[in-house]
C-alpha cells in the first residue's frame, strides 16, 4: 500500500456518528502515514428535501476533512455533490457524477488510487476510471424493499462490481455466503472500541431518570420496526423509557406515533459519547424488522452491547438469534415488548463486558489484506 491513494465511495456522509468506513478508514490512515484517501460522500438531493418539507441543501464539494488523531493534516479528503433531478429527469446524472469523482482525485494529486466501493453506485466510477477496485459489500441492497427502477439499478450495479472487483470483502456470514456463491469473497466483520468500554463514564444528562431501555443506531424503516418500538413505549408506561439514540430518518407521521407512545428520540450523538449512554442502560434493546435485508446485516450494536455488558432483548436478527450468551434475550411479535418490560422492572443488573469481541485494530489488519492484495502487494494470506 505504499504510495496507494484510496477513493472510498460511500453509503453515509463523514460525521460525527462513525460507523464501519470511519473505523476502518482512521485505522488504514494511522496504519499507513504516507496513505491519502478521499471520501465520496452520498450526494445532497435539494428536491427530495423540499418533498420532505426540510431545508434543502446543496453538496459541500470538495474539502478537506475533520482532524484524526494521529493523522497528519492533507490527508483525508470529503467530496459531496448535490443530485439536483431525480434519476428519471437526469439518466446521466450518476455518470456525471462519476466524472466529477475522477476530477477530484486528479486535483487532488492522487495517483492511480484504488477504489474502496462501500455503494453499489460506485460501479458508475469504476466504469468511468477502471481503477482497482475492492468491494466492501456491509447491506444487501438487493434485498431492500425499493421500488422496482431502483431495486433494478441496484442489481445492475452490484453484478457489475462483483465481476470487476479484485477483492470484494463482506460484513457478515449470510453475506459471505450469498455473495461468494459466484466468486471468492473476504469476512471482515465489524468490531468495537474495548478500551472505550472500559473506562467508566457519567450518566448522560439527557438519559430519562429511572429504568430505560436504550437502542443505538440509526432509526430507518429498513431496520427499525417502528410498530415494535411503539407496542414497547406504551407497554413500559411511567415506569420506563424506550430510549432511541442516533440519527432519525423516518417519516415524520412514524415520529409522531413514536412520541405518542412515549418514546424518548435523542437524536444523533458523537461516537465518543455513545458509550455512555449503553453504560447507563438497564437495558439494550434490538427492536429490528426481521426480513432478508436485515438478516444479511452485521449490526455495530452486536459488539457495541457487548462491549458495554448491559442485558439485551432483541428481535431474532443475525448476530443475536444466535448468540450464545445468558445476557441476550431473543423475542419477537408480543414476546418482545413483555421482554423488555420484564428485563427492564427486574432489578439492577451489574455490568459484564464480554471477553473476546472483534476489534476495529483486527478488522483493519483483514481490510488491510485484501487492500493490498487489490493493489498487487504481497500479502500473507488472510482467512476467507
Given at each position: 500500500?505504499?504510495?496507494?491513494?484510496v477513493?472510498?465511495v460511500?453509503?453515509?456522509?463523514w460525521?460525527?456518528?462513525?460507523?464501519?468506513?470511519?473505523?476502518?478508514?482512521?485505522?488504514?490512515?494511522?496504519?499507513?502515514?504516507?496513505?491519502?484517501?478521499?471520501?465520496?460522500?452520498?450526494?445532497?438531493?435539494?428536491?427530495?428535501?423540499?418533498?420532505?418539507?426540510?431545508?434543502?441543501?446543496?453538496?459541500r464539494?470538495?474539502?478537506?476533512?475533520?482532524?484524526?488523531?494521529?493523522?497528519?493534516?492533507?490527508?483525508?479528503?470529503?467530496?459531496?455533490?448535490?443530485k439536483?433531478?431525480?434519476?428519471?429527469?437526469?439518466?446521466?446524472?450518476?455518470?456525471?457524477r462519476?466524472?466529477?469523482?475522477?476530477?477530484?482525485?486528479?486535483?487532488?494529486?492522487?495517483?492511480?488510487?484504488?477504489?474502496?466501493a462501500?455503494d453499489?453506485?460506485?460501479?458508475?466510477?469504476?466504469?468511468?476510471?477502471?481503477?482497482?477496485?475492492?468491494?466492501?459489500?456491509?447491506?444487501?441492497?438487493?434485498?431492500?424493499?425499493?421500488?422496482?427502477?431502483?431495486?433494478?439499478?441496484?442489481?445492475?450495479?452490484?453484478?457489475?462490481?462483483?465481476?470487476?472487483?479484485?477483492?470484494?470483502?463482506?460484513?457478515?456470514?449470510?453475506?459471505?455466503?450469498?455473495?461468494?456463491?459466484?466468486?471468492?469473497?473476504?469476512?471482515?466483520?465489524?468490531?468495537?472500541?474495548?478500551?472505550?468500554?472500559?473506562?467508566?463514564?457519567?450518566?448522560?444528562?439527557?438519559?430519562?431518570?429511572?429504568?430505560?431501555?436504550?437502542?443505538?443506531?440509526?432509526?430507518?424503516?429498513?431496520r427499525?420496526?417502528?410498530?415494535?418500538?411503539?407496542?414497547?413505549?406504551?407497554?413500559?408506561?411511567?415506569?420506563?423509557?424506550?430510549?432511541?439514540?442516533?440519527?432519525?430518518?423516518?417519516?415524520?407521521?412514524?415520529?409522531?406515533?413514536?412520541?405518542?407512545?412515549?418514546?424518548?428520540?435523542?437524536?444523533?450523538?458523537?461516537?465518543?459519547?455513545?458509550?455512555?449512554?449503553?453504560?447507563h442502560?438497564?437495558?439494550?434493546?434490538?427492536?429490528?424488522?426481521?426480513?432478508?435485508?436485515?438478516?444479511?446485516?452485521?449490526?455495530?450494536?452486536?459488539?457495541?452491547?457487548?462491549?458495554?455488558g448491559?442485558?439485551?432483548?432483541a428481535?431474532?436478527?443475525?448476530?443475536?438469534?444466535?448468540?450464545?450468551?445468558?445476557?441476550?434475550t431473543?423475542?419477537?411479535?408480543?414476546?418482545?415488548?413483555?421482554?423488555?418490560?420484564?428485563?427492564?422492572?427486574?432489578?439492577?443488573v451489574?455490568?459484564?463486558?464480554?471477553?473476546?469481541?472483534?476489534?476495529?485494530?483486527?478488522?483493519?489488519?483483514?481490510?488491510?489484506?485484501?487492500?493490498?492484495?487489490?493493489?498487487?502487494?504481497?500479502?500473507?494470506?488472510?482467512?476467507?
Amino acid at each position: 500500500m505504499n504510495g496507494r491513494d484510496v477513493v472510498l465511495v460511500s453509503l453515509e456522509p463523514w460525521d460525527e456518528v462513525w460507523r464501519r468506513n470511519q473505523h476502518l478508514a482512521a485505522g488504514l490512515l494511522r496504519r499507513y502515514p504516507d496513505l491519502r484517501l478521499l471520501v465520496v460522500e452520498p450526494p445532497e438531493d435539494p428536491l427530495h428535501d423540499v418533498v420532505r418539507r426540510v431545508r434543502p441543501r446543496a453538496g459541500r464539494g470538495l474539502r478537506p476533512g475533520p482532524r484524526l488523531d494521529g493523522v497528519g493534516e492533507g490527508r483525508l479528503w470529503l467530496l459531496q455533490q448535490s443530485k439536483w433531478l431525480p434519476r428519471r429527469a437526469d439518466p446521466r446524472g450518476d455518470r456525471r457524477r462519476a466524472r466529477a469523482v475522477r476530477t477530484a482525485s486528479v486535483r487532488l494529486g492522487l495517483h492511480e488510487p484504488l477504489l474502496w466501493a462501500n455503494d453499489p453506485g460506485a460501479a458508475e466510477v469504476h466504469a468511468v476510471t477502471g481503477w482497482r477496485t475492492v468491494y466492501d459489500v456491509t447491506d444487501d441492497w438487493t434485498s431492500a424493499r425499493r421500488a422496482p427502477a431502483e431495486h433494478a439499478r441496484v442489481v445492475a450495479q452490484e453484478a457489475r462490481l462483483l465481476e470487476a472487483a479484485r477483492e470484494v470483502t463482506v460484513c457478515s456470514p449470510a453475506l459471505a455466503r450469498r455473495k461468494g456463491a459466484a466468486r471468492p469473497v473476504t469476512l471482515v466483520t465489524n468490531g468495537v472500541d474495548v478500551d472505550a468500554y472500559r473506562r467508566r463514564r457519567a450518566r448522560p444528562a439527557d438519559l430519562p431518570a429511572g429504568p430505560v431501555a436504550a437502542y443505538v443506531g440509526t432509526l430507518h424503516r429498513d431496520r427499525l420496526d417502528v410498530d415494535l418500538c411503539v407496542q414497547t413505549g406504551g407497554a413500559l408506561g411511567p415506569e420506563g423509557h424506550l430510549v432511541l439514540v442516533g440519527p432519525v430518518a423516518l417519516e415524520r407521521a412514524d415520529v409522531e406515533r413514536l412520541r405518542s407512545a412515549g418514546v424518548v428520540m435523542l437524536g444523533a450523538r458523537p461516537f465518543t459519547e455513545v458509550p455512555a449512554y449503553l453504560q447507563h442502560a438497564t437495558v439494550l434493546v434490538v427492536p429490528h424488522v426481521v426480513d432478508g435485508f436485515t438478516d444479511s446485516l452485521d449490526p455495530l450494536k452486536l459488539y457495541e452491547y457487548r462491549a458495554a455488558g448491559r442485558p439485551v432483548v432483541a428481535t431474532g436478527v443475525a448476530g443475536f438469534r444466535d448468540a450464545a450468551d445468558p445476557a441476550v434475550t431473543v423475542a419477537d411479535g408480543d414476546g418482545f415488548a413483555a421482554a423488555v418490560r420484564r428485563t427492564l422492572l427486574g432489578g439492577p443488573v451489574p455490568s459484564a463486558p464480554a471477553g473476546d469481541v472483534p476489534t476495529w485494530e483486527r478488522q483493519v489488519t483483514l481490510f488491510a489484506g485484501a487492500l493490498e492484495r487489490a493493489a498487487g502487494v504481497p500479502h500473507a494470506a488472510t482467512p476467507r
